[in-house]
């Protein structure tokens, strides 16, 4: 079956320092979500990509989708403490009735 | 009501114990999905109604698991004969049509001693 890893799985940083978690597929991505989800909580929807070579930005984050649809990735400039939590991709599997979610990526801050 | 609730939140079982756990969805949505999260993994889907109906239910491990979703709202997931390896969050998400946004719940953490 289709299985979607992260990297890293995880990532402490200094507080204002990049951070970036990549996401790849064995088989061809139909759209891709992203999911934050912090400490405790629950996955809460960031962001859906749908076009090959997609990018799309919300304040500090970039997210890009594969010119294969193979592969994405969440890029944060200058983290903040806010920004703590687990990152999950999500394939929608063509139809958003059943997301595959990848391995995620714990993003710790060093204030 | 403001998001989707589940309860409890919190359920503590013993080994080959019955247990149920209800989800409220947003009001209105009609599409309704359970997910298992056990720790440090990625929410996995178990399954999906499209109003009354499960539409989708090849992610239930096996049939010690079911749903049921009667008027098309409120769903209960029921877990006979729990298995220590049941352990999990199990999240319910809803959207308000198939192809749309899917806004989870805070979830219910499963322990089974």
């Known amino acids: 079956g289709q299985q979607v890893m992260q990297i890293p799985q995880y990532q402490h940083v200094q507080e204002g320092e990049d951070f970036t978690t990549y996401c790849n597929s064995s088989t061809t991505l139909s759209n891709i979500q992203w999911y934050k989800q912090r400490p405790g909580g629950h996955p809460v929807f960031l962001i859906q990509?749908?076009?090959?070579?997609e990018v799309k930005k919300q304040k500090r984050l970039t997210f890009q989708f594969g010119e294969a649809k193979k592969n994405s990735s969440l890029h944060i400039t200058a983290t903040q403490t806010t920004d703590v939590g687990t990152y999950f991709c999500a394939d929608t599997n063509f139809g958003n009735e059943k997301l595959t979610f990848g391995t995620g990526t714990r993003l710790t801050i060093i204030p | 009501g403001a998001g989707v609730s589940q309860t409890p939140s919190n359920k503590v079982t013993e080994k080959g114990k019955y247990v149920e756990l209800r989800c409220d969805p947003i009001s209105g949505h009609t599409a309704l999905y359970w997910y298992r999260q056990s720790l440090g993994q990625g929410p996995e889907f178990l399954i999906y109604?499209?109003?009354?109906?499960?539409?989708?239910d090849s992610g239930l491990p096996n049939d010690r698991f079911f749903a049921v979703r009667p008027e098309g709202s409120v769903s209960t997931l029921k877990i006979q004969r729990t298995e220590r390896g049941d352990s999990a969050v199990y999240l319910c998400?809803?959207?308000?049509?198939?192809?749309?946004?899917?806004?989870f719940g805070p979830g219910t953490r499963l322990t089974v001693l």
């Open positions: 998400a809803s959207s308000l049509i198939r192809t749309d946004t899917q806004y």
């Open positions: 990509l749908v076009k090959s070579g």
């Open positions: 109604f499209q109003g009354t109906g499960a539409a989708d």
